[in-house]
Nanobody, 117 residues
């Protein structure tokens, strides 16, 4: 059974930082592109960042320079370090594992991030 379990969400003031983590089990982690997506109330889910098996990264323009995605293949874990948080970063953040070649795509249950004073 494949499981993606996110942690690290919470309430933070504008300008603050949070670190999200996603631990994956049930798959061989290293060939998967790992990603973080978010969905704000009334909006579609959107890409935040991805990291490929070769550690290449991709970021949404809105978070580039403020967020950093990293993976630890030895621990089957992907992290999202979020800094200089803004109220518009408020959303449910979802972890994703994707192996397009074999058509596999898995999602976590999401973790709430709220940026508010």
């Amino acid at each position: 059974q494949v499981q993606l379990v996110e942690s690290g969400g919470g309430l933070v003031q504008p300008g603050g930082s949070l670190r999200l983590s996603c631990r994956v089990s049930g798959i061989i982690f290293s060939p998967y592109t790992m990603g973080w997506y978010r969905q704000a109330p009334g909006k579609q889910r959107e890409l935040v960042a991805t990291i490929a098996p070769d550690y290449g990264t991709n970021y949404a323009d809105s978070v580039n320079g403020r967020f950093t995605i990293a993976r630890d293949d030895a621990k089957n874990t992907v992290h999202l370090q979020m800094s200089s948080l803004k109220p518009e970063d408020t959303a449910v953040y979802y972890c994703n594992a994707r192996f397009s070649t074999v058509g596999e795509d898995y999602w976590g249950q999401g973790t709430q991030v709220t940026v508010s004073s």
